[in-house]
T-cell receptor, first 114, second 115 residues
Framework: NAGVMQNPRHLVRRRGQEARLRCSPMKGHSHVYWYRQLPEEGLKFMVYLQKENIIDESGMPKERFSAEFPKEGPSILRIQQVVRGDSAAYFC????????????FGQGTRLTVV | GDSVTQMEGPVTLSEEAFLTINCTYTATGYPSLFWYVQYPGEGLQLLLKATKADDKGSNKGFEATYRKETTSFHLEKGSVQVSDSAVYFCAPNLAGGTSYGKLTFGQGTILTVHP
């Protein structure tokens, strides 16, 4: 059973471009969480999705950021019109159910905006 | 508001030394408590957890006890190895409930163990 797969591992975008980060949860997992780690800081929760639904987006910036988890395929974190301050490591985690089960993390995508 | 404070690093130890990484939190309720570890080039892995007061989580020689009175969850290991070199994150579930996915992470402590 493969772990949580994130791609790409490294992504470079110019200011104003769009960034699309992908997360394939572990097999059988229908709950996905996205986190952002800015330099010198801990991971910050962004959004929690369950298949086709956004459950909790309390940590998502109000503009330019969106997330989806379609019925088929990976979860996507989309950042439009990237700015230098978006440079960070973005981590995805998945779990088989919402409560009382471990969340497994991917290796992260490191986004650099130049 | 709710928050977590983790001992700053980096921490450098010799092999077989004793390790303590402090973690305290503020919360309105009684959150579940977790320690995650990130080895070089890998994703975060759950190291241990405790879900109620006085519980002791343990794994790979590491231990942490849920101290309700001091709102702390310090990580300890009696004899570290070179292979323990990694970044350690304290991560309570300050959102409450029993979700293990929505966590509040400390800033991480870099541990380096020398032979």
């Amino acid at each position: 059973n493969a772990g949580v797969m994130q791609n790409p591992r490294h992504l470079v975008r110019r200011r104003g471009q769009e960034a699309r980060l992908r997360c394939s949860p572990m097999k059988g997992h229908s709950h996905v969480y996205w986190y952002r780690q800015l330099p010198e800081e801990g991971l910050k929760f962004m959004v929690y999705l369950q298949k086709e639904n956004i459950i909790d987006e309390s940590g998502m910036p109000k503009e330019r950021f969106s997330a989806e988890f379609p019925k088929e395929g990976p979860s996507i974190l989309r950042i439009q019109q990237v700015v230098r301050g978006d440079s960070a490591a973005y981590f995805c985690a998945s779990s088989v159910q919402a409560t009382n089960t471990e969340a497994f993390f991917g290796q992260g995508t490191r986004l650099t905006v130049v | 508001g709710d928050s977590v404070t983790q001992m700053e690093g980096p921490v450098t130890l010799s092999e077989e030394a004793f390790l303590t990484i402090n973690c305290t939190y503020t919360a309105t309720g009684y959150p579940s408590l977790f320690w995650y570890v990130q080895y070089p080039g890998e994703g975060l892995q759950l190291l241990l957890k405790a879900t109620k007061a006085d519980d002791k989580g343990s794994n790979k020689g590491f231990e942490a006890t849920y101290r309700k009175e001091t709102t702390s969850f310090h990580l300890e290991k009696g004899s570290v190895q070179v292979s323990d070199s990694a970044v350690y994150f304290c991560a309570p579930n300050l959102a409450g409930g029993t979700s293990y996915g929505k966590l509040t992470f400390g800033q991480g402590t870099i541990l380096t163990v020398h032979p």
